[in-house]
């Protein structure tokens, strides 16, 4: 599924991340703790350079707690970077923020520090971060909402005598090169819902549902739940609630909201849409496709160079 979404205020806020990195000494990278892989921005490698990492996975309360703990694990498993799964439901874990942050400079004494290092708070639209932000400083420094793209503007906050924060705008990439990435950046409301189709959103979400949370979909919608095809799956879901539109036909769109909706707010439990072995396999997916794509296009251009050179031997031959 293709994202096209990336106003001007991202292009923006991307500049300026790059153009503050040398004073940054963390960062934090907020990722949805359902989608830990999708959530990454692949931009931020480009421009991190070698600056440790805290990862921080949102909305965990939401999460299959075995995924998380297998994710943090993979975030951890690295030099120089360090993951924590927090959440709204569990407030502790906002105060371990700073234990970690101190981690990567153990040795810092705020007595001999002129100022506090910093910390770039960055993430995908509606991850968190605002909220991450005012549950850290304990007040409301940074707007929050379900909507994507409320942050608009950096903004520099102190969090304690050793660190500050600097908050940025939620930046998509300008392009999703794995398509099932796209859609469950969808699926969680990473994107506008008018920048997608709510139905054909929900039936990929449902392809991998049926599959690895049956049970969770029979016991929202009942036993009776057809698990074999996910259109299908949707249009009794959208029966059993009433999504009907002209003649009586099921209106999948409003259905595929419905379960969207429904999914988001967490009534189907406790989900996660990707793991790190499939993380591994689609990575080998997506280079394989796009090197065959970028071969195909060297083929058009080397096909059109020939064909330009045989012409102008032709036109060359005609003068002779």
Not at 65 to 82: E, I, K
Request: charged content about 30%; proline content about 6%.
């Amino acid at each position: 599924m293709a994202i096209q979404w990336f106003p001007g205020h991202m292009h923006k806020a991307r500049k300026e991340m790059a153009n503050v990195l040398p004073e940054i000494d963390v960062i934090i990278e907020v990722l949805d703790a359902r989608i830990p892989w999708s959530s990454e921005n692949p931009m931020l490698s480009d421009i991190s350079k070698e600056k440790p990492v805290l990862r921080l996975l949102t909305k965990s309360d939401l999460a299959d707690p075995a995924m998380t703990s297998q994710w943090l694990a993979l975030h951890s498993a690295t030099s120089g970077q360090d993951a924590l799964a927090i959440s709204t439901e569990n407030p502790k874990a906002y105060k371990e923020v700073p234990e970690r942050l101190h981690a990567f400079y153990p040795d810092d004494d705020p007595h001999k520090r002129l100022k506090p290092r910093v910390a770039m708070v960055v993430g995908i639209p509606n991850v968190g971060k605002s909220t991450l932000i005012n549950k850290l400083t304990g007040r409301v420094v940074a707007k929050t909402g379900n909507e994507p793209a409320i942050t608009k503007r950096q903004q520099h906050i102190k969090l304690t005598e050793l660190w500050s924060l600097r908050d940025t705008p939620g930046v998509l990439w300008p392009k999703v090169d794995n398509e099932a990435s796209g859609f469950r950046l969808a699926a969680t409301g990473a994107v506008r819902d008018t920048a997608m189709d709510s139905s054909e959103v929900a039936t990929h979400l449902l392809d991998y549902l049926i599959i690895e949370y049956a049970d969770r979909l029979q016991s929202r919608y009942g036993q009776s739940l057809p698990l074999i095809e996910s259109v299908q799956t949707l249009e009794e879901i959208g029966r059993a609630r009433g999504c009907l539109g002209a003649g009586g036909l099921i209106d999948f769109d409003r259905a595929g909201r419905l379960l969207l909706q429904e999914y988001r707010a967490g009534l189907l439990g406790q989900i996660t849409l990707e793991t790190p072995p499939m993380r591994e396999r689609e990575l080998k997916e997506t280079a394989a496709r796009i090197a065959k794509i970028e071969a195909k296009r060297e083929k058009r251009k080397a096909d059109k160079l020939a064909q330009r050179n045989a012409e102008k031997a032709r036109k060359k031959s005609k003068r002779f």
